[in-house]
């Protein structure tokens, strides 16, 4: 949907919730314990009020390393993402000129829907055909209209990284007036952020998320981290109680264990060589990831393999209409025993066995 229109939705996944779901990169064990006795715990009065934020934005920040000034808490990083749309990519009054966002595919489709939402219109970058971060096609692709560079580090769905040096190159070449968004919601199983380098950087604005690491998908919580100045106009399409009481205190919580997420990024790791290892013996090509997931290419099986793993309880994730993914499956690799489960099943398609 590259025309500047908003007639297309975005295709949700359906809503599988009775078998081992893979297919949407969570965690797959879920939150720590510390999150639900914090809901355990509400008060009724708690639930009555307008929730606080001060307590959760300093925890944020310390977990982030940066001062408060610098993180606005968002409903789901799916919001941060669409106020940085509304701010940035939305047309002036009386202009003729059509703000353009750059998104590198393959790339979280959301970024086009929010693009073509806001009103501004999305310039793809093809992929190279091993995935590698298109840094001269990216850069080729800036114009005097460019207002936002959609990137995610690692990417979904290939999980290859973005080169910082690339980020510091396309920040220092886009327009005064424009951004560079890095989507980090797969940062912590990365071990890596530019969070560190935003001073130098401040039309650099980072995403993140509590979905993925820590198991809050459900509850909708996280944040933009950035300059001040370059978070406010995103900091105005934000209603200002974007974050529930549940969030916000299953979010205090969670940031306070540290230790499950550690336990859980370890897992993940494990569960990667677990699954390179198969798709070795299989025979099939994949993507070494810096994420929480693999993208897998089966080929023309794709639908079978999908299909053949959803009949036994095994949700997978069609990727072949992304650019450059022709026959690839996307696949969660979270808890380890969730691993094995899922590799047994899709060998077992594949093999053609029962
Ligand atoms: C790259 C990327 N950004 C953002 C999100 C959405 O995160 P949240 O659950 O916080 O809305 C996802 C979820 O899959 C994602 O893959």
Redesign the pocket.
């Known amino acids: 949907m590259n025309d500047n229109s908003v007639k297309a939705q975005y295709e949700k996944p359906a809503e599988l919730y009775d078998g081992l779901r893979l297919h949407?990169?969570e965690n797959t064990r879920g939150c720590s314990p510390r999150v639900l006795e914090a809901l355990a715990s509400l008060r009724a009065d708690q639930i009555g009020f307008y929730p606080p934020y001060a307590a959760v934005t300093a925890a944020c920040a310390g977990y982030f390393g940066v001062t408060t000034d610098r993180v606005t808490l968002v409903n789901?990083?799916?919001?941060g993402?669409m106020a940085v749309a509304v701010a940035y990519l939305r047309p002036e009054a009386g202009s003729h000129l059509v703000p353009e966002a750059i998104v590198p595919e393959p790339a979280?489709e959301?970024f086009r829907f929010d693009t073509a939402v806001a009103g501004g219109r999305v310039v793809p970058v093809m992929p190279n055909p091993d995935f590698r971060f298109a840094e001269e096609e990216v850069l080729a692709a800036v114009t005097p209209r460019t207002r936002v560079v959609f990137l995610?580090n690692p990417n979904?769905p290939t999980g290859v990284p973005v080169p910082f040096e690339a980020i510091r190159n396309i920040a220092r070449r886009v327009p005064k007036e424009a951004i560079v968004f890095v989507?980090e919601?797969y940062a912590e199983f990365a071990g890596r952020s530019f969070i560190p380098e935003l001073p130098q950087f401040p039309n650099v604005i980072v995403?993140r998320?509590?979905?993925k690491a820590f198991g809050l998908?459900g509850l909708?919580a996280?944040a933009l981290v950035g300059a001040s100045d370059t978070l406010d106009p995103a900091r105005y399409a934000i209603p200002v109680y974007s974050l529930n009481i549940a969030a916000v205190v299953a979010l205090q919580a969670a940031l306070g264990d540290p230790g499950y997420v550690a336990e859980y990024v370890r897992q993940v790791k494990e569960s990667k060589a677990l699954l390179y290892a198969a798709c070795d013996r299989l025979g099939l090509t994949y993507w070494p990831s810096d994420a929480n997931f693999v993208l897998v290419r089966v080929g023309n099986r794709v639908d079978a393999v999908v299909d053949g793993a959803r009949a036994r309880g095994v949700y997978l994730r069609n990727r072949s209409s992304e650019p450059g993914c022709e026959g690839c499956l996307r696949i969660a690799t979270g808890y380890v025993d969730h691993t094995r489960r899922g590799i047994a099943v899709i060998e077992e398609v594949l093999c053609g066995a029962r």
Not at 76 to 79: A, P, R, S, Y
């Open positions: 949407q990169n789901g990083l799916d919001e993402i979280f959301i995610t979904n989507d919601a995403g998320t509590f979905s998908a909708r996280g």
